[in-house]
């Protein structure tokens, strides 16, 4: 068998071609065991061993699919009997077999060979609620013994960056940087040292950490500018004396002014006149010039080196204060974590990366692994990372340097598809390695690549190379770095249609849609609401159709699940989930348990005693009584008899959605019973169930609604890729730039702020890399998302203004189709389908509630059943401006309880909100509402609110609910006050919110335990 690598585009059959060649090497005789097939997900894993299973069974049964087996290279002579031999050789030695994920085999070599790996010989493998206490130990060991510089620079690091998030959880803010940095640290060779400026910048060392003072430099500038410009405008020469003087004044480490900075920015603002004289320009006189003469130059370089010098220091200060803090973590962890035999997958592969090149694991290990694998397929090879490979180089260089030529190495992979380079994947290696191994012989030949779709028909497939397949043009309008481009091309080939999808027909359109108006009523932003009318029309799911919808992040599914649910539209969310903690039973639950953990938490306890059914759990107003017989159950009868106990008094009878989690709950609670130590008490537990994971089952006749990310290797009959325009969630974490480049790691550097960074050569090409990663990874995202449909595909992007400058997805395909929407195929595609079940097909009134729908339910907002707007009303829109004062009026009012006890307005309100809440609590209905009434009452202001209804999850915010009570304070009725800045009269107002204020008294009556008819509402228009 050859040594080949082979390049696929998506959908272009890579499982086929990986379950042929392992076909190929059985029927040639190699013992399946020898025969290492490693893929990055358990479920890829499984999906390829199944295929090689069923292509054998349907070839020794089918004359056919024999057939066609019989057609790919080596196996002209295969038959039937020759099928049923190797399956059943399969079938014996199953639990042998090499074939599952990289991490599962790394781990294997670990179990093997533990202590030669560098790990504790009896190890366990750790969960997520496991790992997260042990870093949570490791953090905390660190702190209590350290005392130096290094965790004043860390602390004072992470206050930075998070200054802007208040301080609500500052452990847990220092623990997620710490998670990060732990793994660049992990990267970084031992010889090399964070912050060490002779490996940064060489031996010709770095400009701005030689210059001198400021002051100095600063004089020195205007002298030189006096001298060569005597008659320079007096704008320009006011301009260059205050910034000067700002310049000399500035005394570090205090931070820059924003005044200063524009001033270190215009240092560098060369502007060039048209026959090639450079300059720096004061507004556009002529006379305001300051032109770049050798001298000016010179002295320019000087005070902006000067100025930026101590930067620059204290960059490479934090840089070594961090290294020297990741050190003693990294030695308390291994204390802690890894010598108590506590790992994870990503322990075991950053110790086998670093015993890769030691003679001894080489010589035991190493060797007997080498003589156990003789083949190696490598499937999503873009995926890999570095250390990965280092470990599985390994033994890849014994089967290409065996002159016998009975091994051989195949790996496939697709760097378009490269989406995971956050955790670590490494699309450069995919080309890397071949040329590394072919520079002295042809050692790796490139097999026929990929590029016939067997999956998209040709109106997506014209979509997608019209999109993607000349990236050139986009260079200057985008921003993207010539080098993305250059990585793009190379991976770039055309997809071409195969004979199964060549007469398929088909649709593609990109669709641009309004941006929202800021209506803080809205169902949905714009985007959405799209979304919703392309499967109402569709309907998808009806027809028999697999049917998803692609989303950027976890944020924007939760938002669309929330508004399709409210639409009852089935929706299966996809991905891992935590059923214990993603509704309102789990979260009282919680708080109950950290209430009890903690008396103090008034919060908690707040939380817990808004689930209706808390006082039948005895949370009553003795909560200390509670806490005492729930320390003692615990103590007596463990975290499942005691939960067990309280869900029984919730009577979910009418509750299947809250049913299947409180069984979620307690299986949870039974596994952590089962597995405790002795000292685990009520945080253990917390953090067990919080950090608890499950994924959820592939449903059918539903939306599945999903990341970019999750659809990775699925295909759909109809695809909506939605918010592939939206940024992504920025890297808020330390920029801490490993240089000079991923591949031979020397140094490590926190890098100073961007402006500054672009003014030294070294670290302006690591911003240039970064960009550069950034760019291409957003590229490989959307090509993911456009390449997973297989009869329809739906792009929808926000509307772009006539002369936008946007860099982003909508204008990539503005620049692309030369307009702002396209459409390739048949529009009406789906008519050929028909709906199997006609009668489903009515759309129930929009404030209708109906039975729990499939997957994980999402919370929906009452405002989802607002009545729309009247036709004549159609166009109206509500501005940002309405609705930036609409809420200004909401937090005015929600800060008065009682016209008596309370400041009527705050003084921070804008003139026009003050004017309007003022106006309004002069009239005799604001009066009416802000009187403190007679007798028992409670008052809730602004109460965010969690509640089940007729099987559906609804959150949302009451702004003002008066309960009348009875001497012992239980609830009576109550009556919700709702308001609202919109314009047009009460009655319209009224009718307009009808919907959602029968949801709000719903949720009231089930929160307060009384019938609905006492409860009550009113909607107060405030104009």
């Not at 994870?344 to 670093?354: E, H, P």
């Not at 490598?378 to 599985?392: A, C, G, H, V």
């Not at 759309?843 to 339910?857: K, L, R, V």
Request: negative net charge.
């Amino acid at each position: 068998m050859k040594n080949e690598r082979l390049i696929a585009n998506a959908g272009s059959g890579k499982t086929y071609a990986l379950t042929t060649r392992m076909i190929q090497l059985l029927d040639q005789g190699v013992d399946p065991t020898k025969i290492a097939a490693l893929t990055f997900t358990r479920k890829s894993a499984g999906e390829f061993l199944s295929a090689v299973f069923e292509r054998l069974a349907q070839a020794a049964l089918d004359p056919v699919k024999l057939a066609d087996l019989q057609r790919e290279p080596l196996l002209e002579n295969l038959d039937a009997a020759r099928c049923r031999s190797l399956l059943s050789d399969l079938s014996w030695k199953i639990g042998r077999l090499g074939m599952g994920t990289i991490d599962s085999l790394f781990a294997r070599i670990a179990r093997a060979f533990p202590l030669e790996s560098g790990l504790a010989e009896d190890f366990n493998m750790a969960g997520e609620s496991e790992i997260q206490a042990a870093r949570e130990r490791t953090l905390a060991t660190v702190f209590a013994s350290e005392s130096s510089t290094s965790l004043e620079d860390f602390i004072d690091l992470v206050r930075r960056l998070h200054r802007n998030q208040g301080e609500r959880d500052v452990f847990g803010s220092l623990l997620g940087e710490t998670r990060g940095l732990h793994g660049k640290f992990l990267a970084t060779p031992d010889d090399a040292i964070w912050g060490d400026a002779a490996a940064i910048w060489g031996a010709g060392g770095c400009a701005i950490l030689n210059a001198g003072a400021v002051a100095p430099a600063a004089e020195k500038l205007w002298e030189a500018i006096q001298e060569e410009y005597p008659h320079l405008n007096e704008e320009a020469s006011t301009a260059w004396q205050l910034g000067l003087a700002l310049a000399a004044q500035h005394t570090p480490p205090s931070l820059y002014s924003e005044d200063l900075k524009k001033f270190i920015a215009k240092l560098s603002n060369e502007k060039q006149t048209a026959d090639g004289l450079l300059y720096i320009p004061t507004r556009n006189a002529h006379a305001g010039r300051v032109f770049l003469t050798p001298t000016i130059r010179a002295l320019r370089d000087e005070l902006r080196n000067s100025l930026l010098k101590p930067e620059f220091e204290s960059a490479l200060r934090r840089s070594q204060s961090l290294h020297e803090f990741m050190q003693k973590f990294e030695q308390a962890y291994s204390s802690l974590v890894r010598s108590a035999g506590l790992v994870t997958f990503a322990d075991i592969t950053d110790s086998l990366a670093r015993k890769a090149g030691d003679l001894t694991w080489l010589a035991s290990a190493a060797y007997r692994i080498d003589q156990k694998f003789e083949h190696w397929l490598l499937d999503e090879f873009q995926d890999t990372s570095r250390p990965q490979w280092k470990i599985l180089k390994t033994f890849i260089d014994e089967v290409l340097m065996d002159p016998t030529k009975d091994r051989s190495f195949f790996y496939v992979g697709d760097t378009k598809q490269a989406i995971y380079s956050w955790r670590g994947g490494d699309p450069d290696l995919f080309f890397e390695i071949f040329d590394d191994f072919n520079k002295h012989a042809a050692t790796i030949e490139d097999a026929s690549p990929l590029d016939e779709s067997w999956r998209s028909c040709q109106p997506i497939l014209e979509f997608v190379n019209k999109a993607f397949e000349d990236l050139e043009p986009l260079c200057g309008p985008l921003g993207i770095p010539e080098s993305t481009v250059e990585k793009w091309t190379k991976a770039w080939r055309n997809h071409l249609t195969s004979p199964k999808t060549r007469s398929l027909p088909g649709f593609a359109e990109w669709i641009s849609v309004p941006k929202n108006d800021g209506d803080e009523d809205e169902e949905g932003d714009a985007q959405d609401r799209k979304i919703l009318e392309i499967l109402e029309t569709t309907r998808a799911w009806e027809r028999g159709l697999s049917c998803a919808v692609l989303k950027r992040d976890n944020r924007g599914v939760e938002a669309l699940a929330a508004l399709l649910q409210s639409k009852d539209i089935p929706v299966a969310v996809e991905g891992k989930t935590n059923p214990c903690v993603d509704n309102p039973l789990g979260a009282a639950l919680l708080a109950a348990l950290r209430m009890v953990a903690s008396p103090d938490d008034a919060l908690s306890l707040t939380v817990a005693r808004g689930f209706p059914s808390t006082s039948a759990w005895g949370l009553d107003d003795r909560p200390w009584i509670f806490r005492k017989k729930t320390l003692s159950s615990l103590a007596l009868r463990g975290y499942a008899s005691t939960l067990r106990e309280w869900i029984d008094a919730s009577n979910l009878a009418a509750e299947p959605f809250l049913k299947e989690r409180a069984a979620a709950f307690l299986l949870a609670a039974e596994q952590f019973d089962a597995n405790r130590n002795a000292s685990d008490g009520i945080p253990d537990f917390l953090r067990f169930i919080e950090s608890r994971q499950t994924q959820e089952n592939e449903s059918s006749d539903v939306v599945r609604v999903m990341t970019v990310h999750q659809s990775k290797g699925l295909g759909f009959d109809m695809v909506i890729a939605s918010g592939l325009d939206k940024k992504g969630r920025e890297n808020a974490g330390t920029n801490l730039a490993l240089g000079p480049s991923a591949k031979a790691v020397k140094w490590g550097l926190v890098l100073p702020a961007k402006e500054f960074a672009e003014q030294d050569a070294v670290l302006r090409d690591q911003l240039k890399i970064q960009d550069a990663e950034k760019k291409y990874g957003d590229i490989c995202t959307a090509y993911v998302a456009l390449t997973r449909a297989k009869k329809a595909l739906y792009v929808v992007t926000a509307e772009l203004g006539e002369n936008t400058t946007s860099t982003n997805f909508a204008r990539h395909l503005l620049l692309q189709f030369h307009a702002p929407s396209a459409q390739f195929g048949d529009s009406g595609w789906f008519a050929k389908y028909e709906i199997k079940n006609p009668e489903l097909t009515e759309t129930p009134a929009p404030a209708a509630f109906s039975a729990p729908i499939h997957g994980t339910p999402r919370p929906i907002s009452p405002s989802s059943f607002k009545s729309e707007l009247p036709a004549g009303d159609a166009g109206v829109g509500i501005s940002s401006h309405a609705a930036k004062l609409g809420t200004e009026v909401h937090e005015a009012l929600a800060g008065i309880e009682w016209l008596e006890t309370s400041a009527h307005t705050p003084h921070a309100l804008t003139p026009e909100a003050r004017k309007l809440v003022n106006e309004f609590l002069e009239k005799p209905l604001a009066r009416e509402v802000f009187t403190k009434p007679e007798g028992v009452t409670r008052l809730w202001r602004e109460l965010a609110f969690d509640v089940v209804l007729d099987g559906r999850w609804v959150s949302g915010v009451f702004d003002r609910v008066l309960v009348r009570c009875d001497q012992e304070n239980n609830p009576l009725s109550a009556v919700i006050y709702d308001f609202k800045t919109d314009q047009g009269t009460a009655l319209e107002i009224q009718s307009r919110y009808a919907g959602q204020m029968e949801v709000y008294q719903k949720a009231a009556a089930k929160l307060l335990s009384i019938p609905e008819e006492l409860v009550t509402s009113q909607v107060i228009g405030i104009r």
